[in-house]
């Protein structure tokens, strides 16, 4: 089946600093990506929408120039939490669409980042 | 806006058989998915349901009634593995909208 490859699995970062976090599609291309952050024992929460050769699109609340969304090609779109904050830390994951009708969602296996 | 409503938490016995309920009020409803979701891990697809009615999928049935706003899923002959977060999600024909999720915990 369709599978998407998140890279890294966990980040430890320092504050001030920016991490970079990779999703690619593989065996099939993504026009759209899907980033969401998830706090512990909480729900997923969509931070942006990324479409292939244009600008994400933002939820309202999520800072757009300290989560960066790039999607340069059809196979691969990154988040880069720019200056992190220990606020940050957060478990960040992407998802494509992958199937027929509104439901073949694949996600990526997640990224943990923590900012110390 | 949109919502989903489940309980938080859930405890059931091995063997035994447990309902997880959602409710929601949503804009442009296109339909009622389910996931898994394993500590640590990423969400796996369970189920979605598009029409109303009960769709079954080996131990896991989904059940929506759109006139009720109002579905559920239904694991049968639970096992200790079954033991995780499940979510129900509106697809809302664009992005996907999570509800906050029910931990399900499965006794010995």
């Known amino acids: 089946g369709a599978v998407v490859s998140q890279h890294p699995s966990w980040v430890i970062c320092k504050s001030g600093t920016s991490v970079k976090i990779e999703c690619r599609s593989l065996d099939f291309q993504a026009t759209t990506m899907f980033w969401y952050r998830q706090f512990p024992k909480q729900s997923l929460m969509l931070m942006a929408t990324s479409n292939e050769g244009s600008k994400a699109t933002y939820e309202q609340g999520v800072e757009k120039d300290k989560f960066l969304i790039n999607h340069a090609s059809l196979t691969l779109s990154t988040l880069t939490v720019t200056s992190a904050h220990p606020e940050d830390s957060s478990f960040y994951i992407c998802?494509?669409?992958?199937?027929?009708?509104?439901?073949?969602?694949?996600f990526g296996s997640g990224t943990r980042l923590t900012v110390v | 806006g949109q919502s989903l409503e489940q309980p938080s938490e859930v405890t059931a016995v091995e063997g035994a058989i447990v309902q997880i309920n959602c409710t929601y009020q949503?804009?442009?409803?296109?339909?009622l998915s389910w996931y898994q979701q394993h500590d640590g891990g990423a969400p796996t697809f369970l189920s979605y349901n598009a029409l109303d009615g009960l769709e079954e999928t080996g131990r896991f049935s989904s059940f929506l009634s759109r006139s009720d706003s109002y579905g559920y899923l239904l694991l049968q002959e639970l096992q200790m593995k079954d033991s995780a977060s499940y979510f129900c999600?509106?697809?809302?024909?664009?992005?996907?909208?999570f509800g906050a999720g029910t931990r399900l915990f499965v006794k010995a």
């Open positions: 999600a509106d697809t809302g024909g664009f992005k996907t909208i």
């Open positions: 998802s494509a669409k992958t199937g027929e009708g509104n439901y073949g969602y694949t």
């Open positions: 949503t804009s442009g409803f296109y339909g």
